[in-house]
């Protein structure tokens, strides 16, 4: 690793590779195109800290359910970048970030993303909170790997509630959270959670008021996320012009995409209290009536919607 740039005082970090890596890369990229596994586990056999290699090994052995050896061939990649971390390099400084855009740091950023998701599937939650944090803290003007679309959901599971509503309260406005349909429902729910805790009245209204919102906002995403949670709506709800299936075939493909993301990573922690689920229906049932009160609102939000179309990537 070695310094790369400097931009006001943002120090830009890249992995190099030597001659040798560099072969054995070009090696890799006409295996990975070819499917030829067997090649690539002589590349490992030649350089045990191929990363890439490393990186689809352990996929394969997922898919086989070889769980532990995939796990420890992500952490082999991983304690290979931290022993050619630059001396001046530290992990945990806002200020040292490592760009995605460069090649040779991607492997770094991709093994951290199959670290934290096999720190969520062990339901290790508030390890992967930080890891997310982590990988988040590398570029957070870009984002790369869109943690903002899930670090949320791991902060639920993880139920460190108020950090969420921290986390929102100070990028809300920098990186408009409030339009990200995962953000505005799972804040509501970590003020219910915390309603729950604590039993105040406040925290009851911040909650009602947040989830209505959310639900006025994001109509669609309610009913794929009671879909997913096997909840039958009142016919009332379902056939509503804003939340029925018409409705979310009209959306943009962007908002499709958000809409899934979130419900398949949310909707078991919605079932996890019973009270959660009676809460959404009591919120839901007064907000679906009153749509029509808010009608300039809704236009008004349509307009400010950031995601549309998906890029290729």
Not at 78 to 94: D, G, K, M
Not at 240 to 265: C, D, Q
């Amino acid at each position: 690793m070695e310094l790369d740039r400097t931009e006001d005082n943002i120090f830009w970090f890249r992995f190099s590779h030597h001659a040798n890596y560099r072969e054995l890369q070009q090696l890799f990229w006409i295996a990975s195109e070819s499917l030829n596994h067997d090649l690539i586990s002589n590349i490992l056999t030649e350089c045990p800290y191929h990363l890439d290699s490393l990186l689809i090994m352990a996929e394969l052995l997922r898919q086989q359910e070889n769980y532990q050896l995939s796990r420890d061939l992500i952490e082999r990649g991983l304690f290979c970048c931290e022993s050619v971390f630059a001396p001046r390099f530290q992990l945990s400084n806002f200020d040292h970030r490592i760009d995605y855009s460069n090649f040779e740091n991607r492997a770094f950023y991709l093994l951290l993303h199959r670290h934290l998701r096999n720190l969520v599937d062990r339901h290790c939650f508030k390890t992967a909170l930080h890891v997310a944090r982590l990988i988040y803290r590398l570029d957070p003007i870009s984002d790369p790997l869109a943690i903002m679309l899930t670090i949320d959901t791991i902060a639920l599971k993880a139920r460190e509630y108020n950090y969420l509503i921290l986390l929102y309260n100070t990028l809300q406005n920098s990186k408009n959270l409030d339009r990200l349909p995962n953000f505005a429902y799972s804040v509501a729910l970590a003020r219910f959670f915390l309603f729950c805790e604590s039993g105040k009245a406040e925290d009851k209204e911040i909650a009602d008021f947040m989830i209505a919102s959310a639900i006025r906002h994001f109509p669609t995403v309610l009913l794929k996320l009671l879909d997913a949670m096997n909840v039958q709506p009142d016919p009332a709800i379902e056939n509503n012009e804003h939340i029925n299936a018409l409705a979310h075939e009209r959306e943009n493909e962007g908002m499709k995409l958000l809409t899934s993301i979130y419900v398949k990573l949310a909707s078991s922690i919605w079932l996890e209290d019973p009270s959660v689920l009676s809460w959404l229906e009591g919120v839901t049932t007064v907000t679906v009536s009153s749509f029509n009160n808010f009608k300039d609102e809704l236009a008004e939000w349509k307009k400010l919607q950031v995601f549309h179309n998906i890029e290729d990537s």
